[in-house]
């Protein structure tokens, strides 16, 4: 087999488990005979030429540190012709030959536009987002680190929600994707789960706390997706001005929840996925997404990965409202 030149590069928002990817891309890579090109910044770190050779110490003591040490970026210059042009003079300029991306949504969609207009180079996608709102895969790298930073920041809001015997909206990133935040609620034994994906009626959610309430439970928790104009604020002010005998607090949770060392099962799908886009170079493939369906490591054009899917699990809200009577 022919050895290749490998470009890894993060991007989008950072997620815990993306050093455990970046190190297994690295290592699978080199023991295979190939080269591996770090790129610093991602689509804008590569239009720029950060690009330095790896070794297999260059990774070395990353797999439990949260963040990335490649660095990451948010990049409009690379949504357009003049801004990928530069990139793909950038990647001949290193001798690279295949690319591996790892990211969310927009990381994916980058490397797919780029791939459309430079077909001689090899895009392979790795899922790493705390939304896990990508599809074709049944989770993503970071997803499962950040549900347990959220349960254990609940669990201490829960002891003086009690305390006080108030009721707490708390509010957790997700983007336009509920996942977190209908996860997080059944972790945490929330009494309500708010997801964008749900019209929540204030009367409905009111009468729930009220019930509960009634029913002896001294606290409630209110787990509510971010929104810029539906968020735990909204929820909060509203059922204060119109029930004004609860006691109501809001924690928005922010960017914690992105952060800190990663669970070791978000280090284990992250070291395999890594593993497994080198092999996905390896058999030539192009233009895929590497992920985990069933259990199974499988391929998932670009498209798909990134194409609009129904966000929340309506078993698992029903769940929610199960389990919170
Ligand atoms: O996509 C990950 C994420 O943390 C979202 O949940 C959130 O909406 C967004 O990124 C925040 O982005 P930034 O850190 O750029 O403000």
Redesign the pocket.
Known sequence: MKSKVIGVLTS??D?PGMNAAVRAVTRAAIANGHKVKAIYHGYQGLINGEIEDFTTESVSGIISRGGTILKTA?CRDFTSIEGQTKAYEQLKKAGIDSLICIG??GTLTGALEFAAEFDDVQCIGIPA???NDINGTDETIGYDTTLNTIMDCVDKIRDTAASHERIFFVEV???DAGW?AQSSAIACGAEAAIVPEEQTNVDQLAQYIEKGIRKSKNSSIVIVS?SPDCGAMHYAERVTKEYPEFDVRVSILG?M??GGSPTAHDRIIASALGAFAVQAIEEGQHNVMVGISNGEFVYVPLAKAIKVQDKSDKTLLDLVKTLSN
Do not use: P
């Open positions: 989008g928002g997620a948010r969310g949504n987002t705390i939304d990133m997700g983007r977190l971010e960017h929840q992105r």
